[in-house]
């Protein structure tokens, strides 16, 4: 069956980094779209990043800060967070999407995992 296992978060002070995996498995991981959201608590789920087969695409609150990679031998996608602020604290959930096309909608992607939280004090 499908799963997207996220692992990596953890806490970490203001100005640090951290990095999240998704290891994939249940579907052909190089014809999907990976995206990653994050939700905070009495928040909307909001749009990270994604990226397809050549290129990334990110959400404006990250842009600059954060790097969407995948490694489609290994069927697993990364979040490479630098430079974190207080606000990133969330659950970060991976996602796939079937679609051609990079969507920063949640209800066009078809898998998700479970999240895992990321917490950032200042």
């Known amino acids: 069956q499908v799963q997207l296992v996220e692992s990596g978060g953890g806490s970490v002070q203001a100005g640090g980094s951290l990095r999240l995996s998704c290891a994939a498995s249940g579907f052909t991981f190089s014809a999907y779209v990976m995206g990653w959201f994050r939700q905070a608590p009495g928040k909307e789920r909001e749009f990270v990043g994604a990226v397809n087969w050549g290129h990334a695409y990110y959400g404006d609150s990250v842009k600059g800060r954060f790097t969407v990679s995948r490694d489609n031998a290994k069927k697993t996608v990364f979040l490479q967070m630098n430079s974190v602020k207080p606000e990133d604290t969330a659950v970060y959930y991976c996602?796939?999407?079937?679609?051609?096309?990079?969507?920063?909608?949640?209800?066009?992607?078809?898998?998700w995992g479970q999240g895992t939280q990321v917490t950032v004090s200042s």
């Open positions: 996602a796939a999407d079937r679609g051609d096309i990079v969507s920063i909608s949640s209800w066009e992607y078809d898998y």
